[in-house]
């Protein structure tokens, strides 16, 4: 009994084995694929192996995890730059989490956070910031306090960032 190192199905700690043709996937690589935190509301998935060349915009948070060449204006709502995610231009949302590459200037009224394997190569401006210890990071941070909301039309962040650098 305490040597048998077989268990019988039904038992604690048992776990069935999949049946003919069902394979089975390691816990694993499926907590890998998900976000790190689950959202109150609704999120819109780019996957892997997607390649996005224009402009997304949109009313509702957005998970990516694949390649986008183009400008991402989300307003109100929150981005998630996935693991294995490469953007270029610039990002306008709420909240903005990079877990991947941007290459691009990121305008979000709440808070950017970079996490410890993100990069980001670009201006930031943004009410609160986190930079978490491995995080890659290259260009300049404007803490932003005022409580303009950032609108959904990327024709006036345009507008907006042409004429500072003027």
């Known amino acids: 009994m305490w040597g048998n190192k077989e268990t019988e199905p039904g038992t604690p700690g048992a776990s069935p084995a999949p049946g003919p043709g069902i394979q089975?996937?390691?816990k694993n690589v499926i907590e890998a694929a998900r976000p790190l935190v689950t959202p109150a509301r609704p999120?819109?998935?780019l996957t892997a192996g997607l390649k996005v060349k224009g402009e997304i915009s949109g009313n509702e948070d957005l998970y990516i995890d694949c390649t986008v060449e183009g400008p991402i204006s989300l307003g109100g709502?929150?981005?998630t730059v996935g693991r294995t995610a490469e953007t270029?231009?610039?990002i306008v949302a709420r909240e903005i989490v990079v877990y991947g590459k941007v290459n691009g200037d990121l305008r979000a009224r709440d808070r950017i956070e970079i996490?410890?394997?993100g990069s980001v190569t670009g201006d930031l401006v943004t009410a609160r910031i986190i930079i978490e210890d491995g995080?890659?990071?290259?260009?300049h941070i404007e803490i932003d306090r005022s409580n303009t909301q950032v609108?959904?039309?990327l024709d006036s962040l345009f507008s907006r960032t042409i004429s500072k650098s003027d």
């Open 24 to 26: 089975s996937t390691p």
């Open 115 to 117: 996490k410890k394997d």
């Open 88 to 90: 270029t231009e610039q």
């Open 151 to 153: 609108g959904t039309d």
């Open 135 to 139: 995080a890659y990071f290259k260009g």
């Open 77 to 79: 709502h929150r981005l």
């Open 43 to 45: 999120t819109a998935w």
